[in-house]
């Protein structure tokens, strides 16, 4: 049976492996996964605050100035560099502490960059709820920033390793959906303390992000490490028998358990593996660990993630309005990470990177025709229009929220082998940290300049990158991550590039068996 159009599927879902989705596995990555609670609850949090009228005029009077002047345009009220520099501090910080964070979660494990994840990330809400200027706002993006680079390159490999092969695509997918409930608190929390007459609600906003982090950093202490990990470090295949047999609630794992020991080997003897991960015979994987994040920021989601209540003011919702709609923004998305949840591993990767991809160019489109037609520079826009502008960004959040969303941290993880595997991880968040800065830096900068056409450039990225995972990707779904070079060896472009290396290290080991007699002197 053909796999989209051009990659035949790979026999035997599961790998042959035995096991269940058992009460153990689930509790443990509900935890872990909760770490996707502190990335969404920072995103619903900068975007709301930002568009706080309190907020503005203690740290930023020049932004609150521009929105009260008439002579502004509406597309540029909220353009300052200050600003952007405040939202979008945050992924340096998160790029640097993520490449860091690859080696300690190679040597030390996955649940020791949890651990300092959270806690850093608590200290830095610490700084934020208790802000009297911008640098203190700064440090405490910073601090943010280095828990997430923490966090965010551990739990998906945590969620990955630990669930049965059958089920990785919807665990997995947890983590995503824990970003959108943290989105989605923020939101509901900003809608709230917005109504604080005093004008000191943002600080409550700020400091309860140590709430999730606290949960995390308590949970991770008492998490086991994962089996690939225990086999990586010390080779103690009894323990991680022992503990594959809890997680799956059958004895019978000797075939995991073999796959795994086999998979070690190659990892433990890498030193190296950031300079490993560019050699060729990794090529597909590097492809896709530096392109799928690279996309993913392309579609314009975190423009609506940390800047909805922006846009939502910027075409005449008021304050509180702005902040609701918000909230109906990442309902939808996040009844869309439902339903991702339950039909990735049925559908597989590539149908819903598809049709996630079609409804995303979709909507960027009607939402730059919306605003071409009837927003101007000057005066409010007609409610019936702003509303049909919610409506079709509620389409465009489900789109991103059952496809590129929950996808960009499955599919790298789990095409990596082991030796590879962190450092593949890291480079998915960099990519995904400095992309988000990046748009974070130049969104309200391009929006002021080419007003809706900002839309329809979003538009034209999603269709190049929809046509390339067409292309490029192979399904991967229910095949187990200690087999999945076989998807590269049956893919029409990659199996070029793997055969050409296998070829080579088979060439390579002949000339080393044969022996060569030296001549008489």
């Known amino acids: 049976m053909a796999i989209g159009a051009f990659v035949e599927e790979v026999p035997g879902g599961g790998g042959g492996y035995s096991g269940r989705v058992t009460p153990f596995v689930v509790l443990t990555c509900v935890v872990a996964g909760s770490g996707g609670i502190l990335f969404g609850y920072d995103l619903g949090i900068s975007g709301g605050v930002t568009s706080m009228d309190s907020f503005l005029k203690r740290f930023f009077p020049e932004v609150y100035r521009h929105k009260q002047d008439s002579k502004v345009s509406h597309y540029c009220q909220f353009n300052s560099e200050l600003l952007t520099l405040f939202t979008s501090s945050l992924y340096i910080a998160g790029l640097v502490a993520t490449l860091i964070a690859s080696s300690v979660t190679r040597r030390f494990g996955r649940r020791a960059s949890m651990l300092i994840g959270g806690t850093v990330f608590i200290a830095g809400s610490v700084f934020g709820g208790a802000a009297v200027n911008v640098p203190m706002l700064l440090l405490n993006r910073i601090l943010l920033g280095i828990g997430l680079g923490f966090t965010n390159q551990s739990i998906p490999l945590y969620l990955s390793e630990m669930a049965p092969p059958q089920y990785r695509g919807a665990i997995n997918n947890g983590f995503e959906l824990s970003i959108s409930i943290g989105i989605l608190i923020a939101n509901i929390l900003n809608y709230c303390v917005v109504k604080i007459t005093a004008g000191w609600g943002w600080r409550i906003s700020l400091s309860m992000a140590a709430v999730p982090a606290a949960f995390l950093t308590i949970g991770a202490i008492f998490l086991p ?30 075939n995991e358990l073999d796959d795994l020991v086999s998979a070690s080997n190659p990892s433990r003897a890498t030193r190296y593996p950031f300079r490993h991960i560019f050699k060729r015979k990794f090529r597909p994987q590097l492809a896709m660990v530096l392109l799928i994040p690279f996309f993913n920021q392309l579609t314009g989601i975190n423009v609506m993630n940390f800047y909805a209540p922006v846009m ?202 044969v022996k060569i007699p030296l001549p008489n002197s």
């Open 225 to 254: 490490e994962t089996p690939s990990f225990i086999i990586q470090r010390d080779g103690d295949t009894d323990k991680a028998r022992a503990l594959l047999q809890k997680l799956r609630g059958t004895t019978s794992v000797q």
């Open 312 to 513: 939502f003011r910027t075409i005449g919702l008021k304050e509180s309005a702005s902040l609701l709609s918000s909230i109906v923004t990442r309902l939808c998305a996040t009844f869309a990470n439902i339903v991702a949840m339950m039909v990735v591993d049925r559908f597989g990767r590539r149908k819903l990177f598809l049709v996630g991809g079609i409804q995303m160019i979709l909507s960027q489109i009607a939402v730059g025709t919306i605003l071409a037609a009837k927003f101007k520079d000057y005066g409010l826009m007609d409610k019936d229009y702003a509303y049909l502008v919610l409506i079709t960004m509620c389409v465009f959040v489900a789109g991103f929220a059952w496809s590129w969303g929950p996808l960009t941290f499955l599919v790298p993880t789990e095409i990596c082998p082991l030796e590879i595997r962190s450092a593949g991880q890291s480079i998915v968040v960099a990519v995904v940290f400095l992309m988000t800065f990046v748009i974070g830096q130049t969104f309200l900068a391009v929006l002021c300049r080419i007003k809706s056409g900002t839309f329809f450039v979003f538009a034209a990225w999603i269709c190049v990158m929809t046509l390339l995972i067409y292309m490029f990707l192979p399904e991967t779904k229910k095949l187990p991550m200690e087999q999945m070079e076989q998807v590269w060896r049956s893919h029409w472009f990659w199996k070029k590039i793997v055969e050409e290396v296998e070829d080579k290290q088979g060439v390579e080991k002949e000339q080393q068996a």
